[in-house]
């Protein structure tokens, strides 16, 4: 099992694409969240967009959702082999579509739905594709959001959007070889996601099995990095970077 980050920078980032990775396993494919910036990573990969087999949606903020819409009718115009699955947890299906209809629905020949552009599962605790099993674990983001991390045992967890729920990542430590962590390198507290300061306050062994994702452009100075990470020992995701198990 491969993962690349098609992005790893946070809502507002330009330099390195919005959060996302692409899982390559038993000769097919599992996008976690499509933001726009993707298309650009897969086309440096030399990859087109109808290409990608499997999606699974985190959450509906725009910067892990807006890409959507681009791979929906990419496939209409150049189909590939067969229509996108999208793996959706269930209680944000109807929401999902109301954000791409308007897009989406009306066409040249008639009225879509979303299953016209995606094969749509929703999902609850787990799916599997190709014998491989992925759990969702709900995330605490935004108060009564729905959003959700993906644990791939024994591989890795990736936690999606999320402040730090440090019960569940010392056990699922304990399960995995690497966990994908969102952290927004900056030592001010966004209330719904994790803070650098947080990270380190996590035993050093589990810092260790952690990559972090979601971080803002400018977390240092471009200068002062290396001797950023030779103090932290802490590493950070690098787009299109591949991590392998
Ligand atoms: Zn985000
Ligand atoms: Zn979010």
Redesign the pocket.
């Known amino acids: 099992m491969k993962l690349r980050f098609l992005g790893c920078g946070?809502?507002f980032s330009v330099e390195q694409g919005h959060?996302s990775a692409l899982l390559t396993f038993a000769d097919t494919n599992l996008c976690i969240d499509f933001p726009e910036s993707n298309h650009a990573s897969l086309h440096q990969m030399g990859m087109k967009l109808n290409e990608v087999k499997h999606i699974f949606v985190t959450h509906l903020?725009e910067?892990?959702i807006n890409g959507l819409s681009k791979l929906a009718l990419f496939h209409r115009v150049y189909p590939g082999k067969a229509k996108p699955k999208l793996y959706v947890p269930t209680g944000l299906r109807d929401d999902l579509w109301q954000v791409l209809r308007h897009g989406l629905e009306l066409t040249t020949r008639g009225k879509r739905v979303f299953e016209d552009y995606f094969d749509v599962e929703c999902v609850d605790e787990t799916f599997e594709i190709a014998g491989m099993r992925f759990e969702l674990i709900r995330t605490q983001h935004v108060p009564d959001m729905l959003s959700y991390g993906l644990l791939c045992k024994p591989y890795f967890y990736f936690s999606g959007?999320t402040r730090l729920d440090e019960t569940y990542i010392s056990k699922v430590a304990g399960e995995v070889q690497t966990i994908f962590h969102e952290c927004h390198m900056q030592d001010d507290q966004l209330p719904s996601h994790t803070s650098l300061e947080e990270i380190l306050t996590l035993p050093v062994s589990i810092q260790e099995k952690m990559l972090l994702m979601?971080y803002v452009d400018d977390y240092v100075l471009a200068d002062a990095r290396e001797p950023f990470h030779g103090k932290q020992k802490l590493r950070l995701a690098e787009p299109l970077r591949v991590y392998e198990w």
Do not use: Y
């Open positions: 946070d809502g959060n903020h910067d892990h959007d979601h």
